[in-house]
Nanobody, 123 residues
Framework: QVQLTESGGGLVQAGGSLRLSCAASGYDFSHYAMAWFRQAPGIEREFVAGIKYNGDKSYYADSVEGRVTISRDNVKKTVYLQMNTLKPEDTAVYYC????????????????WGPGTQVTVSS
């Protein structure tokens, strides 16, 4: 059974940092690209960052470029999202997802999804 479980969300002040984790099981993690998406109330789910199956390439949305780093550990079957200099507009539920194209921004291109973790940035 495929399972993706996010953790690390919470409440942080603007300018602060958070590190999200997503633990995977039930499929061949090392053969899948991984990505982070986010969804704020009333807004469509949007791509944040993606990383290639072997970790040697990553891709970021313009809105987070330079503030966010995606990484993965294929031994631990975990993908991470380090977020720095957080802004109130970063407030959303953050989801990890598994697919084959690390640079795809399209939700339907991802096969597996976690339930999400809430990130709230106060001003």
């Amino acid at each position: 059974q495929v399972q993706l479980t996010e953790s690390g969300g919470g409440l942080v002040q603007a300018g602060g940092s958070l590190r999200l984790s997503c633990a995977a099981s039930g499929y061949d993690f090392s053969h899948y690209a991984m990505a982070w998406f986010r969804q704020a109330p009333g807004i469509e789910r949007e791509f944040v960052a993606g990383i290639k199956y072997n970790g040697d390439k990553s891709y970021y949305a313009d809105s987070v470029e330079g503030r966010v780093t995606i990484s993965r550990d294929n031994v631990k079957k975990t993908v991470y999202l380090q977020m720095n200099t957080l802004k109130p507009e970063d407030t959303a539920v953050y989801y990890c997802a598994a697919g084959f194209d690390y640079s795809s921004r399209h939700v339907p291109d991802y096969d597996y999804w976690g339930p999400g973790t809430q990130v709230t940035v106060s001003s």
